[in-house]
């Protein structure tokens, strides 16, 4: 078997008149995710690992925010065709491992649901999907409430 590992990071600004979308999951909140896309920040992370992993560069090169056929695409769907390039390349996911850091709003209760959605796409059992919450304690952006990032490892292999 080959083993590969890929990491992702994505960071999106909160703002209000936006949907906040983590992990596929409409959170209701006073502010949302600012993006090109549904800017969901878990999902971009997890893409980007994937990507990286299997050597397909990132997320920005395959869906670039320049790209009017992007705008405003829900993440699932990107998510979904970033597997489809995985596969291709004759890998399957194993595990995701995932952070998401806000301070606001709590997200605990989505997480469930979260792994879910993340499992039906990406081929795995949800329990080898993690996700964890944290806050930076009210240093920087997110901590001020502006902000929110992502942070995930991934390994993936071929037979």
Same mark, same amino acid.
């Given at each position: 078997?080959?083993?590969?590992?890929?990491?992702? +990071?994505?960071?999106?600004?909160?703002?209000?008149?936006?949907?906040?979308?983590?992990?596929?999951?409409?959170?209701?909140?006073?502010?949302?995710?600012?993006?090109?896309?549904?800017?969901?920040?878990?999902?971009?992370? &997890?893409?980007?690992a994937?990507l990286?992993?299997?050597?397909?560069?990132?997320?920005? +090169?395959?869906?670039?925010?320049?790209?009017?056929?992007? %705008?405003?695409?829900?993440?699932?769907?990107?998510?979904?065709?970033?597997?489809?390039? &995985?596969?291709? %390349?004759?890998?399957?996911?194993?595990? &995701?491992?995932?952070?998401?850091?806000?301070?606001?709003?709590?997200?605990k209760? +989505?997480?469930?649901?979260?792994?879910i959605?993340?499992?039906?796409?990406?081929?795995?059992?949800?329990?080898?999907?993690?996700?964890?919450?944290?806050?930076?304690? %009210?240093?920087?952006f997110?901590?001020?409430?502006?902000?929110?990032?992502?942070?995930?490892?991934?390994?993936?292999? %071929?037979?």
């Amino acid at each position: 078997m080959k083993f590969k590992v890929g990491f992702g +990071y994505d960071v999106h600004r909160l703002e209000k008149d936006y949907d906040l979308i983590i992990g596929g999951v409409h959170i209701p909140f006073e502010k949302g995710l600012v993006g090109h896309s549904d800017a969901d920040v878990l999902i971009h992370a &997890i893409m980007d690992a994937l990507l990286g992993a299997a050597g397909l560069r990132d997320i920005g +090169y395959h869906f670039p925010d320049t790209d009017p056929a992007f %705008k405003g695409i829900d993440s699932k769907v990107l998510l979904q065709k970033t597997m489809d390039m &995985i596969r291709e %390349k004759g890998f399957k996911p194993g595990n &995701i491992d995932a952070t998401v850091s806000l301070q606001n709003p709590k997200i605990k209760d +989505y997480i469930p649901e979260m792994q879910i959605i993340l499992s039906r796409i990406i081929g795995i059992p949800s329990e080898d999907i993690s996700v964890k919450a944290t806050t930076t304690e %009210k240093l920087g952006f997110i901590g001020e409430g502006r902000g929110v990032a992502a942070q995930a490892v991934v390994l993936i292999y %071929k037979d």
